[in-house]
C-alpha cells in the first residue's frame, strides 16, 4: 500500500503557459498513475487553480502560435475526477482573495488553515510546494 | 509611428516562470511595430534558443507530441527573428558566452555569442532598455 501524501500546493502560474500546465500538478497526476496516494491542498494565489471558466490566450509570435495553452481548472477537475486526488482548498486565502465558493470547479474541498494541521496528522508525507 | 530602438536583457530560463512569456509578448508587439531590439540573454535566459530543445507528448493530457505540441524557446526566438524582419526591424540576439559554457547550450538556432559589454554597446544604442531580470 502506498504512503499517503498530502502535496500544500502554493507557488502558482509559475511557467504554466510554456509547460502548458502547473508542473506540481501534473506530478501528482503521473505518481497517481505509478500508483501513489496523492492529496492536494490547493493554498496562497494557487487557490486560484480551482476558479471556474479561466484561461489565457496562447503565446502567439507572428507565424508561430501556442495552441494548447493550459486550463488550470480543467487540470483540477482532471485531478478530482479522472486520477480520484481529492483537492482542497484553503478558505481563508479564497476569502482573502474575494472568491466566491460558487465560482470554483465541482468536486474541490473547501478547508480552514486552522485545520490542516490536524488533517497533516492522517499522512505518512507531507510536502510544501 | 518611428522606429526604434530597444534593449531588452532577459535572465530567466525556460520553463521556469511567467517572465518569458511576458517578455515574449513585448518583444511580440516590438517586432510586429516594426522597432529595432537589442536581446542579451543573461544566465539562464542563455538557453531559450538552444537547438536541441526538443517538444515532447503528454502522457497526463493524453496527447501525442503532435497533439500536444508543446512550446519550445527556441521556435519563438526564430518566430521573433522572422516577425522582425518581415515587420522592417531587426532582432540581434546575443547569449552571454560565459552563461553558455556552464549551462552546455552553445548550440543555437539563433543569435550570437556574446558578453555583457554587448549588453553595455546596446544600452548605449538604444532609445530604451527594458530588463527582466530573475526575482
Request: charged share 20%.
Amino acid at each position: 500500500m502506498a504512503k499517503k501524501t498530502l502535496n500544500i500546493v502554493e507557488s502558482a502560474y509559475r511557467a504554466v503557459m510554456e509547460e502548458q500546465d502547473d508542473t506540481i500538478l501534473w506530478l501528482l497526476a503521473a505518481m497517481q498513475g505509478a500508483g501513489a496516494e496523492h492529496t492536494a491542498v490547493l493554498r496562497g494565489n494557487a487557490v486560484n487553480y480551482a476558479v471556474a471558466g479561466q484561461g489565457a490566450p496562447g503565446l502567439t509570435i507572428g507565424g508561430w502560435q501556442q495552441t494548447q495553452a493550459p486550463r488550470m481548472d480543467n487540470d483540477v477537475i482532471d485531478l478530482i475526477q479522472k486520477r480520484k486526488i481529492p483537492v482542497l482548498v484553503i478558505e481563508e486565502d479564497l476569502a482573502a482573495r474575494g472568491i466566491e465558493r460558487g465560482e470554483l470547479v465541482p468536486g474541490v474541498e473547501l478547508i480552514s488553515a486552522k485545520m490542516l494541521p490536524k488533517r497533516m496528522a492522517e499522512y505518512d508525507i507531507v510536502s510544501h510546494w | 509611428m518611428s522606429q526604434k530602438t530597444f534593449a531588452v536583457a532577459l535572465m530567466d530560463p525556460p520553463y521556469e516562470s511567467e517572465n518569458l512569456t511576458t517578455a515574449f509578448r513585448i518583444l511580440g508587439a516590438m517586432a510586429q511595430r516594426g522597432h529595432n531590439i537589442k536581446v542579451f540573454a543573461y544566465e539562464g535566459a542563455s538557453a531559450l534558443a538552444f537547438a536541441r530543445q526538443a517538444p515532447h507528448p503528454n502522457p497526463v493530457h493524453g496527447k501525442n507530441a503532435a497533439e500536444e505540441n508543446h512550446p519550445t524557446t527556441k521556435d519563438q526566438v526564430v518566430a521573433l527573428l522572422a516577425l522582425a524582419e518581415k515587420s522592417g526591424g531587426m532582432v540581434d540576439w546575443v547569449n552571454c558566452g560565459m552563461c553558455v559554457d556552464e549551462r552546455g547550450v552553445g548550440d543555437f538556432v539563433a543569435g550570437r555569442r556574446g558578453s555583457p559589454a554587448d549588453f553595455h554597446t546596446f544600452c548605449e544604442a538604444s532609445d530604451n532598455v527594458l530588463t527582466i531580470s530573475t526575482k
